[in-house]
């Protein structure tokens, strides 16, 4: 063994038992926050990694699309949703105001975080637009309790009046 080591050693084996375990769980405390700084985390989220406005509506119209093609009488259907105007993304900044001499300045920075040597910004809240509009189009769009029984569901999905939703029989 190191002689440099070989009395801390010594120093460790004279502790009490309470003592010894308290030193070995300090060290192995140390020893895992180092290691955690050498393998890379994929718990930080970039900006970029969220879902993007196409993706947003695809996935709302399949998700859509298999919710009401499995009510009864529906058969084969699909589905167009339109939204009101598009994503938003809310960024963390500093804001730093100076009141100089009845003068009123403000600096405004985003804030940001290095990922493999880039610098993002630091992602707050990103919200999707609302559901404007469902048209539906199926192969019982003729009966009128299909009919009721979709326009339901995409009413309480969505959130929207029944006149922003439209179903009609798939043509053949």
Request: a negative charge; hydrophobic letters at 35%; charged letters at 25%.
């Amino acid at each position: 063994m190191d002689s440099k080591l070989l009395p801390l050693v010594n120093k460790i084996k004279s502790l009490k038992h309470k003592e010894r375990y308290i030193v070995i769980a300090c060290v192995l405390g140390v020893a895992l926050i180092l290691l955690s700084e050498l393998v890379p985390s994929g718990s930080t989220k970039k900006a970029d990694d969220g879902m993007d406005y196409q993706e947003y509506i695809v996935s709302l119209e399949e998700k859509t699309q298999d919710i009401i093609s499995s009510i009864d009488g529906v058969g084969k259907c699909k589905v167009m949703i339109t939204l009101c105007e598009t994503d938003e993304s809310f960024y963390a900044s500093n804001i730093e105001e100076n009141t100089d001499s009845g003068h009123i300045s403000k600096k405004n920075e985003y804030v940001f975080y290095e990922d493999n040597n880039n610098d993002s910004p630091v992602l707050i809240k990103q919200t999707f637009p609302k559901v404007m509009g469902v048209a539906v189009v199926c192969q019982g769009g003729d009966n009128a309790f299909v009919k009721e029984r979709v326009i339901s569901a995409v009413s309480s999905l969505f959130g929207i009046s029944s006149a922003k939703i439209s179903v009609s029989k798939i043509s053949r």
